[in-house]
């Protein structure tokens, strides 16, 4: 099993340029979220789906898009990359029936 | 909106000594409060979790206490030693298919040796 797999590891942006972090799981699991991790602010949650077809925004959301047409991916669309953005993007999955999240190992976006 | 507040920032600790991080809650509603471990270029991993029905959770060098009347909960990193420097999350959810896992500021911990 490779767990929760995220691409690319590491990118740079232009101001207003999009893009997709992608993320995938191959643990069959329902919950799906992705999180952002800057200095001093900890994990904040941008958006989380329940199952393939269900998404919702987290603490975080604005700038930030997300669909779950599988149960596998989540990919997370930034759709006019901002300064603001620059953090490191994680996205977690977990099975209906526990509680414990499983992580990728991070995307490290910078915005110049 | 922080529902989880986090204390300290940043820790250092002799080799060998106790390690302490704490973390408050504010909505009763939440009945699993977890630590997470997160090594440098890493993912956060579980580290041990426990529910509001027992005060204390102990495994192996590592000690959550819980105080459900003060909304309290602190993890104790007994005899640190330098492969415990890391970062650690705490976070509090429902034990809910559909619930959020809100976590804490983080605390980086060294351990000098």
Redesign the interface.
């Known amino acids: 099993n490779a767990g929760?797999t995220q691409t690319p590891k590491f990118q740079v942006l232009k101001t207003g340029q999009s893009m997709t972090l992608q993320c995938a799981q191959d643990m069959n699991h329902?919950?799906m979220?992705w999180?952002r991790q800057d200095p001093?602010?900890?994990?904040?949650?941008i958006h989380?789906s329940?199952g393939a077809g269900i998404t919702d925004q987290?603490?975080v959301p604005n700038g930030y898009n997300v669909s779950r047409s599988t149960t596998e991916d989540f990919p997370l669309r930034l759709l006019s990359a901002a300064p603001s953005q620059t953090s490191v993007y994680?996205c977690?999955s977990r099975p209906?029936?526990g509680?414990?999240?499983f992580?990728?190992?991070?995307t490290r976006l910078t915005v110049v | 909106q922080q529902q989880v507040k986090q204390s300290p920032q940043s820790l250092i600790v002799q080799k060998g000594g106790i390690s302490i991080i704490n973390c408050a809650y504010e909505n009763t509603a939440f009945d699993y409060f977890p630590w997470y471990q997160q090594f440098p270029g890493k993912g956060p991993a579980l580290l041990i979790a426990i529910r509001p029905d027992v005060s204390e959770k102990k495994e192996g060098r590592f000690t959550i206490s819980f105080n459900k009347s003060a909304k309290q909960f602190s993890l104790h990193i007994m005899d640190s030693q330098p492969g415990d420097s890391a970062t650690y999350f705490c976070a509090s959810t429902m034990d809910s298919s559909a619930s959020k896992i809100i976590f804490g500021s983080g605390t980086r911990l060294s351990i000098r040796p």
Not at chain 1, 103 to 106: A, I
């Open positions: 929760v329902e919950y979220s999180y001093g602010m900890g994990l904040r949650l989380y329940v987290g603490e994680f977690a209906h029936s509680t414990e999240a992580f990728g190992q991070g």
